[in-house]
């Protein structure tokens, strides 16, 4: 924005002035920031027009992308992020805490506009007293972004699973697990895992009863679900 003001300001115009309206920065701003920022910005602009359907009031919320094209899905990442970081403000203003589940979160790094959001906002969340979970199967494509290699590295919770070994190489060299730790991710059974918390690393074993009601609820297994 700056960049744009001071295009503005040389052309002999002066917003202190008020010769250029905000319309005229808004535009040109827009048109430097690129198709997806455009797009953004513009249903952004025009969203207040609409009414939704959704209660955004409502406690428990759930923002589903999987359906969104590629043309859309930046825009939709942008504007979900958006949404969740304005309820997060809100509740933080109103003394409440809040949870944030992001499933599959290695698709915001594949894109570096939800790149920077969302690592700004995770920023921001810890301030505004709310506790954000990135959720991924596989951790290869977050370790391939610099921006969530930072994020897991300052992370104070962390719970790993087994984990590929090409995964386990980089782990080790970013979490310093020794041999005998790293035991627990390689090849694990189910249930078995790692928790690093703060500076500490602890082995777990968590081997929830099966034939019971709440392991059908939380089983991923084909078969075993409700």
Request: hydrophobic letters at 40%; a neutral charge; proline letters at 2%.
């Amino acid at each position: 924005m700056q960049d744009v003001l001071y295009h503005l300001n040389n052309t002999g115009d002066y917003v202190e002035n008020k010769k250029i309206s905000f319309h005229t920065v808004y535009e040109e701003f827009i048109e430097r920031e690129g198709k997806a920022t455009r797009a953004y910005a513009t249903l952004k602009k025009y969203d207040s027009l609409y009414q939704t359907n959704v209660d955004m009031s409502s406690r428990i919320m759930l923002f589903d992308i999987f359906d969104l094209g590629s043309q859309l899905k930046t825009v939709g990442m942008l504007v979900m992020l958006d949404a969740i970081l304005n309820r997060v403000i809100e509740n933080h203003r109103r003394g409440r805490r809040t949870w944030i589940y992001i499933d599959e979160i290695y698709l915001f790094f594949a894109n570096e506009y939800s790149t920077g959001f969302l690592e700004e906002s995770w920023k921001r969340f810890r301030k505004k007293n709310a506790a954000a979970t990135g959720i991924t199967q596989n951790v290869t494509d977050c370790l391939r972004s610099p921006t969530a290699k930072n994020m897991l590295a300052n992370s104070e919770f962390l719970l790993m699973l087994s984990q590929a070994p090409t995964d386990q190489e980089e782990l080790v060299r970013m979490l310093r697990i020794s041999e005998e730790q790293l035991g627990y991710i390689n090849n694990a059974e189910s249930g078995h895992g790692l928790i690093k918390v703060g500076g500490a690393l602890v082995p777990f074993i968590n081997q929830f009863p099966r034939g019971t009601a709440l392991y059908r609820l939380m089983t991923t297994k084909p078969g075993e679900s409700l």
